[in-house]
């Protein structure tokens, strides 16, 4: 079978299996196009959470990282969460180990824990409020003046977010491995080539990077301003997954996503980029694999989601 009557079939065998389990599609704008095509909801981290806590559907298929299906799955726990890759983490994640977390949260007893969506549910249950990246400014602006305040696991999201706000912040050291890819050498040669073309930046990407920004926000921002702005050009310095929204959005918009410091296609998310069309539909088949949570520790996480929640 050619790869398009494949790439069919499976959306058919989708949309079926939809209907059968009573199950909806959430997708992260850092998917797979085959995959954003099939969802039912596309969104942002906050968005797809929101989304995650608000549906009436039995089955909770997250074609996004682990930490995502996770964050449905403690928001919803009576409903089946599938996960198409079990393997598909994050490096953020992945730098803020909850064992190591835990001695750093007690040393600063006195600060709240703020931390980025993107972690476990362990180092969730050791934070007071949780944010995204869309939010992460406004939580912080909602803590008394007099509060200091431990803010993880992104740094350059914290960095961010401490010069909107002139906030300091007590930085867990963790970074995306995607976001810092992108080179300002070239960054700046392609705006020489495209002078009229808007920046737009995630808070993820290095100080570096975020200078030469026309606009920084979360994914949902950045195609927001997209939307808006009357510019036809922009260079995209996020994981070229969301150019997919983009040009159906504005179609005759240009988009050039950032260029990465080496050739390599770095600037896309290898654990987003492990799920596949193909796995989506073996997972709503074999209903599996399925996120499983001990029931102490998702009500232990489940406190900070919730204030972030009530705070966005
Ligand atoms: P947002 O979804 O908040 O834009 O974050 C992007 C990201 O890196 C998710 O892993
Ligand atoms: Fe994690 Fe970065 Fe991938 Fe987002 S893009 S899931 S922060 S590694």
């Not at 050619?2 to 009573?22: A, C, D, P, W, Y």
């Not at 006195?110 to 007071?128: Q, R």
């Not at 080496?262 to 987003?272: T, V």
């Not at 989601?305 to 966005?312: N, T």
């Amino acid at each position: 079978m050619s790869e398009m009557g494949q790439v069919e079939t499976f959306e058919r065998e989708i949309q079926k299996l939809k209907r059968e389990l009573n199950a909806v599609i959430l997708a992260h704008y850092y998917q797979d196009s085959e995959i954003q095509d099939v969802a039912d909801f596309i969104g942002d981290s906050l968005q797809l959470s929101q989304q995650a806590a608000a549906t009436s559907a039995d089955v909770i298929v997250f074609a996004g990282v682990h930490f995502m299906a996770e964050t449905a799955k403690i928001l919803n726990p009576t409903r089946t969460v599938l996960l198409p890759d079990l393997n598909a983490g994050c490096s953020l994640a992945d730098s803020c180990p909850a064992q190591l977390y835990k001695p750093f949260r007690e040393r600063f007893q006195d600060h709240v824990a703020i931390n980025y969506i993107n972690c476990s549910a362990e180092v969730k249950a050791l934070s007071d409020i949780i944010c995204t990246s869309s939010n992460a400014e406004k939580i912080v602006r909602q803590v008394p003046a007099s509060t200091p305040i431990l803010f993880g696991p992104d740094r350059n999201l914290g960095r961010y977010v401490m010069k909107v706000t002139g906030r300091p912040l007590r930085l867990w050291e963790g970074t995306c491995l995607v976001h810092e890819t992108f080179s300002e050498q070239k960054l700046l040669r392609l705006k020489l080539r495209h002078p009229e073309a808007k920046v737009l930046a995630h808070p993820e990407c290095e100080e570096r990077v975020l200078r030469n920004a026309d606009y920084i926000g979360s994914t949902t921002g950045i195609l927001n301003y997209v939307r808006k702005s009357a510019a036809s050009e922009f260079i995209v310095a996020t994981e070229p997954g969301i150019i997919h929204q983009m040009e159906k959005a504005c179609p005759d918009k240009t988009f050039i996503p950032a260029p990465p410091e080496n050739g390599c296609a770095c600037n896309q998310c290898p654990h987003m980029r492990l799920n596949t069309l193909e796995k989506l539909y073996l997972a709503m088949r074999n209903f599996r694999p399925e996120i499983d949570l001990d029931e102490d520790l998702r009500v232990r996480a489940l406190r900070p989601i919730q204030r972030m929640l009530e705070m966005s």
